[in-house]
């Protein structure tokens, strides 16, 4: 077995894409610590020196993940300032389009079990991630009556629930379901529907 994890210095981060790649290949349940280590190129025994178990790996690249998508929904939320619609549109597609880029890290990041408070370090990366879809959520909630605002809180969560069930469904190739429309139509005409609602979109918009 080629050893290069030794040998480029960055054993952590080799047993973090080789955890990824699996989680891709099988889900996050269908491998075990030494197959990461063999996609890796590094001795079982090496995983030991970083991580004390496959859900403490997972739990790391599910932490690299929300640090990559707490950039990208900054970049997305700024390209949309300083229209408070326009920002909070770009959240949702943003959302979907790391879904797509990086299955591996949104699998571990929402599908694997791996709680947001399972550490410090990754409570702090969730929440910093998911505050730029509620800060969006909330400057747009401004232009509702105060009577009929609904929580940022609540708000944000509808669009992400929304955004996260077109992943699931239409976005990374779920067996059996097909839709003949884009997952980014229908994401926009979903969060569409939902501002038409609240008051923020005219009718024929």
């Given at each position: 077995?080629s050893?290069?994890?030794y040998h480029?210095?960055?054993l952590?981060?080799?047993?973090?894409?080789?955890?990824?790649?699996?989680?891709?290949?099988?889900?996050?349940?269908?491998?075990?610590?030494s197959?990461?280590?063999?996609e890796?190129?590094?001795?079982p025994?090496a995983?030991?020196r970083?991580?004390?178990?496959?859900?403490d790996?997972?739990?790391?690249?599910a932490?690299?993940?929300?640090e990559?998508?707490?950039?990208?929904?900054?970049?997305?939320?700024?390209?949309?300032?300083?229209?408070?619609l326009?920002?909070?549109?770009?959240?949702?597609?943003?959302?979907?389009t790391?879904?797509r880029?990086?299955?591996?890290?949104y699998?571990?990041?929402?599908?694997?079990?791996?709680?947001?408070?399972?550490?410090?370090?990754l409570?702090?990366?969730?929440t910093?991630?998911?505050?730029?879809?509620?800060?969006?959520a909330?400057?747009?909630?401004?232009?509702?009556?105060a009577?009929r605002?609904?929580?940022?809180?609540?708000?944000?969560?509808?669009?992400?629930a929304?955004?996260h069930?077109?992943?699931?469904?239409?976005?990374?190739?779920?067996p059996?379901?097909?839709?003949p429309?884009?997952?980014?139509?229908?994401?926009?005409?979903?969060?569409?529907?939902?501002?038409?609602?609240?008051?923020?979109?005219?009718?024929?918009?």
């Amino acid at each position: 077995m080629s050893k290069r994890g030794y040998h480029h210095g960055n054993l952590r981060q080799a047993l973090i894409s080789g955890c990824l790649t699996l989680i891709e290949k099988r889900g996050p349940t269908g491998f075990t610590l030494s197959e990461a280590a063999r996609e890796a190129g590094v001795t079982p025994a090496a995983v030991y020196r970083h991580f004390e178990g496959r859900e403490d790996l997972i739990a790391a690249a599910a932490h690299q993940g929300y640090e990559m998508f707490g950039d990208a929904m900054d970049v997305a939320y700024g390209s949309g300032q300083p229209s408070a619609l326009a920002a909070f549109e770009a959240t949702g597609r943003a959302y979907l389009t790391f879904a797509r880029d990086h299955p591996g890290h949104y699998i571990a990041m929402f599908e694997s079990g791996i709680s947001m408070n399972r550490s410090p370090e990754l409570n702090a990366v969730a929440t910093r991630a998911m505050g730029v879809l509620e800060k969006a959520a909330e400057e747009l909630s401004q232009h509702i009556p105060a009577d009929r605002r609904p929580p940022p809180q609540m708000f944000s969560a509808h669009i992400w629930a929304l955004s996260h069930g077109v992943v699931e469904l239409f976005a990374r190739g779920s067996p059996g379901t097909k839709s003949p429309f884009a997952p980014e139509d229908l994401l926009e005409s979903g969060i569409g529907i939902y501002l038409r609602g609240l008051g923020l979109l005219d009718a024929d918009n």
